[in-house]
């Protein structure tokens, strides 16, 4: 198994995630971290039960409903609703889960890993404010990098 650091480094290079809990509540992180994912790049999947739409764009009831297969999962979900999620992402292809500070559900977790899917406990956020921006990111890398490198720190909390 990978320690934190270099998993996130894996994940933070994947291109097509999903968020289960985006929000249209802007005081919400399931909107924070949708916005910002979409900010960097990121192609990102908006997973919502009760809206249509986050932020505009098209929000899916289910991961397997996704027009096409996500490598990371970020969770911004309760604790108690981890488990049917990870079952999700697995259904789905996901590679990785991504639990969001507050989200950990451990028997979750360990369900994720006994599946073969990698789990990061850690902020995107954290992860994503460390990085260059996007502009920044854009003409200070190589033309063969398509994503800036994250911290040395990948376990900095926002709590």
């Known amino acids: 198994m990978q320690d934190l650091k270099s998993l996130i480094e894996k994940y933070v290079d994947e291109p097509v995630w999903a968020v289960v809990g985006a929000s249209n509540d802007k005081s919400k992180y399931g909107n924070r971290i949708y916005l910002k994912l979409k900010e960097f790049g990121y192609k990102v999947y908006p997973v919502n039960r009760h809206e249509q739409l986050i932020e505009g764009?098209?929000?899916?009831?289910?991961?397997?409903?996704?027009?096409?297969?996500?490598a990371v999962i970020n969770m911004v979900v309760p604790p108690t609703e981890a488990p049917a999620v990870v079952e999700q992402a697995k259904a789905?292809?996901?590679q990785a889960i991504w639990f969001q500070p507050g989200a950990e559900n451990p028997a979750a977790a360990q369900?994720?890993?006994d599946h073969k899917l990698d789990v990061i406990e850690a902020c995107?956020?954290?992860q994503l404010a460390l990085m260059p921006q996007p502009e920044?990111?854009?003409?200070?890398?190589p033309p063969t990098h398509t994503r800036p490198v994250?911290?040395?720190?990948p376990t900095t909390s926002t709590r």
């Open 111 to 113: 369900w994720a890993q």
């Open 136 to 141: 920044e990111a854009e003409s200070n890398l």
């Open 124 to 126: 995107i956020l954290v």
């Open 57 to 70: 764009d098209t929000a899916y009831t289910s991961l397997t409903d996704l027009p096409e297969r996500p």
């Open 150 to 153: 994250p911290s040395p720190d």
């Open 92 to 94: 789905a292809g996901a």
